[in-house]
Protein backbone atom coordinates (compact mmCIF):
# COMPACT_ATOMS: atom_id res chain seq x y z
CA UNK A 1 0.00 0.00 0.00
CA UNK A 2 1.37 3.68 -0.74
CA UNK A 3 2.65 5.76 2.09
CA UNK A 4 4.77 8.22 3.04
CA UNK A 5 6.78 8.20 6.10
CA UNK A 6 8.49 10.99 8.10
CA UNK A 7 11.92 11.09 10.06
CA UNK A 8 14.16 13.68 11.48
CA UNK A 9 12.11 15.37 14.50
CA UNK A 10 12.99 15.59 18.03
CA UNK A 11 13.90 18.52 20.22
CA UNK A 12 15.88 21.85 19.29
CA UNK A 13 16.51 24.44 21.50
CA UNK A 14 15.07 28.00 20.13
CA UNK A 15 17.61 28.68 17.55
CA UNK A 16 18.77 25.67 16.40
CA UNK A 17 17.88 23.47 13.62
CA UNK A 18 16.52 20.54 12.40
CA UNK A 19 15.83 18.28 9.54
CA UNK A 20 13.20 16.60 8.35
CA UNK A 21 12.45 14.19 5.42
CA UNK A 22 9.68 12.17 4.13
CA UNK A 23 10.10 9.36 2.01
CA UNK A 24 7.64 8.21 -0.29
CA UNK A 25 6.75 4.32 -0.97
CA UNK A 26 6.02 5.41 -5.07
CA UNK A 27 8.01 7.35 -6.81
CA UNK A 28 7.53 10.83 -7.24
CA UNK A 29 5.67 12.62 -10.63
CA UNK A 30 6.34 16.36 -11.33
CA UNK A 31 2.77 16.32 -10.89
CA UNK A 32 2.57 15.83 -7.40
CA UNK A 33 2.50 18.56 -4.99
CA UNK A 34 4.88 17.58 -1.59
CA UNK A 35 3.94 19.17 1.36
CA UNK A 36 4.39 19.75 4.84
CA UNK A 37 1.84 20.37 7.36
CA UNK A 38 1.65 20.72 10.87
CA UNK A 39 -0.49 20.59 14.22
CA UNK A 40 0.04 22.13 17.59
CA UNK A 41 -1.99 21.16 20.51
CA UNK A 42 -5.04 22.78 20.22
CA UNK A 43 -5.22 24.26 17.29
CA UNK A 44 -5.85 23.06 13.64
CA UNK A 45 -3.43 21.24 11.19
CA UNK A 46 -1.75 24.33 9.18
CA UNK A 47 0.59 24.32 5.76
CA UNK A 48 4.21 24.67 6.38
CA UNK A 49 5.49 24.37 3.06
CA UNK A 50 4.86 22.88 -0.37
CA UNK A 51 6.59 22.07 -3.11
CA UNK A 52 5.54 21.29 -6.70
CA UNK A 53 7.37 19.33 -9.63
CA UNK A 54 9.09 22.35 -10.77
CA UNK A 55 10.39 23.47 -7.68
CA UNK A 56 8.12 26.35 -7.33
CA UNK A 57 7.60 26.30 -3.44
CA UNK A 58 5.03 28.23 -0.82
CA UNK A 59 5.40 28.60 2.12
CA UNK A 60 3.26 29.98 5.61
CA UNK A 61 4.35 33.72 6.43
CA UNK A 62 5.10 32.47 10.17
CA UNK A 63 8.17 30.40 8.49
CA UNK A 64 9.51 32.14 5.60
CA UNK A 65 12.68 32.88 5.72
CA UNK A 66 13.70 30.08 8.26
CA UNK A 67 12.45 26.64 6.36
CA UNK A 68 13.30 25.22 3.06
CA UNK A 69 11.55 22.90 1.36
CA UNK A 70 13.13 20.41 -1.42
CA UNK A 71 12.06 17.82 -2.87
CA UNK A 72 14.96 14.97 -4.83
CA UNK A 73 12.28 12.36 -7.06
CA UNK A 74 15.06 9.96 -8.16
CA UNK A 75 15.01 9.53 -4.39
CA UNK A 76 11.14 9.86 -3.46
CA UNK A 77 12.26 12.42 -1.00
CA UNK A 78 10.79 15.29 0.10
CA UNK A 79 12.87 17.59 2.86
CA UNK A 80 12.24 20.58 4.99
CA UNK A 81 15.26 22.61 6.43
CA UNK A 82 14.20 23.79 10.05
CA UNK A 83 16.41 26.99 11.10
CA UNK A 84 16.17 29.51 13.47
CA UNK A 85 13.86 27.50 15.34
CA UNK A 86 11.16 28.92 17.99
CA UNK A 87 9.15 27.73 21.00
CA UNK A 88 6.18 27.87 18.58
CA UNK A 89 7.42 25.55 15.42
CA UNK A 90 6.56 23.00 18.10
CA UNK A 91 4.23 20.65 16.82
CA UNK A 92 3.65 17.52 15.20
CA UNK A 93 4.76 17.88 11.18
CA UNK A 94 3.11 15.73 8.82
CA UNK A 95 4.48 15.19 5.26
CA UNK A 96 1.59 14.85 2.57
CA UNK A 97 1.70 13.46 -1.26
CA UNK A 98 -1.20 15.19 -3.19
CA UNK A 99 -1.39 13.84 -6.72
CA UNK A 100 -2.68 11.76 -9.55
CA UNK A 101 -1.51 8.04 -10.35
CA UNK A 102 -3.94 6.78 -14.09
CA UNK A 103 -6.27 9.41 -13.13
CA UNK A 104 -7.16 8.42 -9.95
CA UNK A 105 -6.48 11.10 -6.77
CA UNK A 106 -3.75 9.89 -4.53
CA UNK A 107 -3.56 11.44 -0.99
CA UNK A 108 -1.17 10.52 1.14
CA UNK A 109 -0.43 11.48 4.67
CA UNK A 110 2.71 10.53 6.97
CA UNK A 111 1.59 9.33 10.68
CA UNK A 112 3.54 12.85 11.87
CA UNK A 113 6.61 13.44 13.76
CA UNK A 114 7.26 15.29 16.80
CA UNK A 115 8.86 18.63 16.89
CA UNK A 116 9.78 20.19 20.13
CA UNK A 117 11.52 23.12 20.51
CA UNK A 118 12.34 24.23 24.09
CA UNK A 119 15.41 25.36 26.56
Known amino acids: QEHVVESGGGLAQPGGSLRLACTAS????????MGWNRQAPGNQRELVAHINGHLNTVYSDSVKGRFTISRDNAKNTVTLQMNSLKPEDTAVYYCNLDGRRWGTPLNLWGQGIQVTVAP
Open 26 to 33: VGLFNSDL
